[in-house]
Nanobody, 118 residues
Framework: QVPLVESGGGLVQAGGSLRISCAAS????????VGWFRQAPGREREFVGE????????VYTVSVKDRFTISRDNAKNTVHLQLSDVIPEDTATYYC???????????WGQGTQVTVSS
């Protein structure tokens, strides 16, 4: 498994948008699924959504469905998470991870912080 590197986090106002990215550092995504998770202070890590590397569909947790969009750039070996209409409760460290079919997520990035101001 190649290392994953997240980028693009930062401060955004409530109602705004932000795109964060996950790149396969020094290699390619060789697994079937790329997922996004988030963890807020004092809370457990939460599944946000995932995308199959080679085809659709994407899956989202209910709290972000219709606000967040996961997409992939095959040429750049990068997966994006577009956060739209953000709310303060979206404040968290966001992580990407990879897994193969039928297995758990095993390779994780270092995380990128997203802070939503009210």
């Amino acid at each position: 498994q190649v290392p994953l590197v997240e980028s693009g986090g930062g401060l955004v106002q409530a109602g705004g948008s932000l795109r964060i990215s996950c790149a396969a550092s020094g290699g390619t995504f060789s697994t079937n699924f790329v997922g996004w998770f988030r963890q807020a202070p004092g809370r457990e890590r939460e599944f946000v959504g995932e995308i199959r590397w080679r085809d659709t569909p994407t899956v989202y947790t209910v709290s972000v469905k219709d606000r967040f969009t996961i997409s992939r750039d095959n040429a750049k070996n990068t997966v994006h998470l577009q956060l739209s209409d953000v709310i303060p409760e979206d404040t968290a460290t966001y992580y990407c991870a990879t897994r193969t079919t039928g297995n758990l997520y095993r390779t994780w990035g270092q995380g990128t912080q997203v802070t939503v101001s009210s």
